[in-house]
């Protein structure tokens, strides 16, 4: 990786945003790379604008890998007031923000944003039509998910190779 890259990774990572779970989600989506055991949730929240449904705030968690750290924490800016169909648009390149052009070793990290994303905004994704309950409970975290037994499983989507 070269040193310009390196640089604004680790500005990046310096000043992380949208880190963390979003406790009222309205979506969900996790993700994991088989090849490199990097793993990655992304939390939505909508809001409606003009009579479109767009992207209040997104947050992640993730294990590991600093360079999906710094895309998510972009693309997670990035993604802030547009809508489902323009963030799904959003080419793994185009999420990587300022970063610019990754690396071929690098480009699966972006790709992982881009699955997390993908999973949290595909209708098997959406928020189920129940009415909420009074005080929503929290969303679960990474680490609560690998911990914690929950009845059906939590749904991890790996990522195939590209
Ligand atoms: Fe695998 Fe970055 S090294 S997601």
Redesign the pocket.
Known sequence: MNSDLQKRIQEALANPQNLGELADADAVGTVG?S????MLRLWVKFRQQDGKQVIDRATFQSF??E??IAVASLATELIRGKTPAEALALKPEELAGELGPLPPM?I??SQ?VEGALRAALSPAAAPTTAPAPATAPAAPTLLDSFTQPKPGGVKITFLDAR
């Open positions: 790379n090849d490199c055991g990097e590991g890998c360079t999906a690098k699966h990290c992982l």
